[in-house]
């Protein structure tokens, strides 16, 4: 009798997709992608997890009492709403809380199967005190504190490929050498001021597949060598896609989809475990930014199967 498959856990839930009104995030894109991946039986429902929303002691360890007051009250000013550029609604705070619950399980995941997804997360540009950019709160900086935290970590690197500097995160984590982070971004992009990561590479307009991926081998294996990570998030981000409305970047989607596998298999060579969030992703077409997060998660699939 042959052992089971291993199984890839997913971590999703149907509440992320908040209204917004008409904007160029897709919160739709999330359940397009479930639907794709279940009925091409990339995934199936006994895989899929669905998280609990973050408790506010667990946001507190990022964002400041005066912010999250704020929100709780909502009394956001009309400059707070244009620097987050989404409109601010009970239904968004719910669907971000119970987002960043994803990203908390899919680190718990990752590190028991070495190998887990979130069709969601990646809020790179909110800090402590504020949000921007679409988002409201840092799910990526609030699991990575959960999990140093409830000491089931204490080494972790951010891998941002998301088009846009990890800007928010770069500053939740400054002065905190445990947590290396990383991006690679459109330099002559949103946002104005980015921060320092622990290591930018801030690319040329236009940049394609073959300087990407080139960079990503150069430097992604000394990180790991150097910093030893217990675990690895990946902003797996759609929008360096050559279509993207909001990006200048020459990616094609087979790009991206090495992108992807050479991610997990340099993580895989230095035994480190990989959770991945989709991050951003404004294609032209909506179905080209549904298909690249879908591709994600099959290269995910094909990794932990060893195909």
């Not at 509440?15 to 894109?29: C, L, M, Q, R, S």
């Not at 990022?62 to 244009?82: A, C, P």
């Amino acid at each position: 009798m042959s052992d089971p498959l291993p199984s890839l856990p997913i971590v999703w839930h149907e509440a992320y997709e908040a209204d917004i009104g008409v904007h160029v995030f897709p919160t739709n894109k999330y359940r397009a992608a479930h639907d794709i991946l279940v009925g091409d039986g990339t995934i199936s429902e006994s895989d899929i997890r669905r998280p609990e929303s973050a408790s506010d002691e667990q946001v507190a360890l990022v964002h400041t009492s005066g912010y999250l007051t704020k929100i709780r009250e909502d009394s956001f000013s009309w400059q707070d709403v244009m620097v987050l550029e989404v409109p601010y609604s009970p239904e968004l705070r719910e669907a971000m809380w119970l987002c960043t619950g994803g990203s908390i399980l899919t680190g718990r995941l990752a590190l028991e199967h070495g190998l887990a997804v979130h069709i969601g997360g990646g809020f790179h540009h909110a800090f402590p005190d504020h949000g921007e950019g679409f988002c409201l709160i840092n799910d990526v900086a609030i699991a990575l504190r959960v999990l140093r935290e409830e000491g089931l970590i204490e080494r972790a690197a951010v891998i941002d490929c998301d088009l846009h500097h990890g800007n928010g995160t770069a500053a939740v984590f400054a002065d905190e050498a445990e947590v290396f982070t990383f991006s690679i971004h459109q330099q002559h992009n949103y946002p104005m001021w980015k921060p320092a990561s622990d290591l930018d590479l801030g690319l040329a307009d236009l940049t394609g597949d073959r300087e990407y991926l080139g960079l990503l081998e150069e430097h992604i294996p000394p990180i790991l060598e150097s910093h030893r990570p217990d675990l690895i998030f990946y902003l797996a981000g759609a929008d360096p896609y050559k279509e993207d409305q909001l990006g200048g970047l020459s990616l094609t989607r087979d790009g991206l989809r090495r992108r992807d596998e050479l991610v997990y298999r340099l993580a895989a060579e230095a035994g480190v475990p990989v959770a991945i969030t989709l991050a951003g992703g404004y294609a032209r077409r909506f179905e080209d930014t549904v298909e690249i997060h879908c591709e994600t998660v099959r290269a995910a699939r094909r990794q932990l199967l060893g195909a």
